[in-house]
């Protein structure tokens, strides 16, 4: 753990001084200036997170990963016997021009993914650096290094959400095609456009956390359609699993921020109208999280709207009265960091390896 709580401090301090020195300009979409980070800071910010990630040797299924690449010649008939074709390609040519060293899958993938979700964030979050804190300490980039595939998708995704707030439906659900070639699951986006671009805290929200508790209190009955539905896909094998549900703590973590952002809604509004975009992603996320307390295979979907929160949580700050607003800004900082350590310490004890620096 070392490497990454290091790795914490310094691309907190980075991103803290990159919105020290950046620009502000009145102009735009947002009531408050929109701040544009020191894209320089930014840049080393990406770096940071490009090493660590992209130079393990160890977490979650990298061993996995790396094992594959070093097997397969990816041929083409062994491409097209395998789902998610897109991430075979991938390889394809990584083995073939660049490298047959597994390292070079890893790398490029921590840049591609790193790239693209730091890239959204400097964009639309009010506060870079809480964005950038909270990606490591809410988990979600740890995720990244233990479901790689996923999380190239939910990267590629995550930077078409423009496409969203612009209306763009068409570019959205290519770059939602394209991205399911990595992994299939990112296919459930396509019916999500149509949800999320509707008002937040409308009769449909409730209606969605409703069904999420039902389903969750009724989830043998549930499972046994969902997997009779998903018997001839690659998840089926999900359908065995022993593993149990998520931990209650990491349900509260996701809709705490929610919880603001509902009592200080029209607020929101008013200083990010695109608020709604997020908001809503933000809840499908939580729906997905309250029914992963039954089987935890449903937080893997999560992956795809977890993202969506490190804006909103940079923004609810502001939805506080002046004068409270550094409190809620340390208090943060102070509850994310000891659910990272209770999470990554305590419950998982994860430990960082890589073959290139050892600490």
Request: net charge positive; aromatic share 18%.
């Amino acid at each position: 753990m070392t490497v990454l709580w290091i790795n914490l401090a310094i691309v907190f301090i980075l991103s803290f001084f990159s919105r020290y020195f950046a620009t502000a300009t009145a102009i735009g979409t947002f009531s408050y200036p929109k701040i544009r980070p020191n894209k320089l800071l930014v840049l080393l910010v990406m770096l940071t997170f490009i090493t660590v990630s992209g130079l393990r040797s160890g977490i979650g299924d990298t061993y996995f990963y790396k094992h594959i690449y070093e097997m397969n010649d990816f041929s083409w008939q062994f491409i097209f016997s395998q789902k998610d074709i897109g991430f075979g390609i991938f390889q394809r040519y990584l083995k073939k021009y660049c490298s047959s060293d597994p390292q070079i899958l890893i790398l490029t993938t921590a840049i591609i993914t790193n790239v693209l979700i730091i890239s959204v964030l400097y964009k639309y979050s009010r506060l870079f650096e809480l964005s950038i804190y909270v990606y490591i300490t809410g988990g979600e980039f740890l995720v990244t290094m233990n479901g790689m595939r996923q999380c190239l998708a939910a990267a590629i995704i995550f930077a078409a959400t423009k496409f969203i707030i612009d209306g763009n439906c068409k570019g959205y659900i290519l770059v939602v095609l394209f991205a399911s070639t990595f992994h299939e699951s990112a296919l459930i986006l396509i019916p999500i456009y149509f949800l999320v671009r509707t008002k937040a805290w409308s009769k449909n929200t409730f209606l969605l956390l409703f069904l999420s508790i039902v389903i969750a209190l009724g989830f043998d009955k549930f499972s046994s359609v969902l997997f009779s539905a998903i018997k001839d896909t690659q998840y089926s094998v999900y359908q065995n699993s022993q593993e149990g549900g998520a931990n209650i703590i990491r349900v509260l973590v996701d809709g705490i921020p929610i919880a603001i952002s509902y009592f200080g809604r029209e607020k929101l509004r008013r200083i990010f109208p695109i608020s709604d975009i997020f908001v809503n992603m933000s809840i499908i996320g939580f729906v997905f999280m309250v029914i992963s307390t039954r089987n935890w295979i449903f937080a893997r979907f999560d992956i795809y709207f977890n993202l969506y929160q490190l804006i909103l949580i940079s923004w609810i700050i502001k939805v506080f009265r002046d004068k409270d607003q550094k409190v809620i800004y340390y208090l943060i900082l102070v509850c994310y960091l000891g659910y990272y350590f209770y999470e990554d310490v305590i419950a998982l004890g994860i430990i960082y390896k890589s073959a290139y620096f050892k600490l």
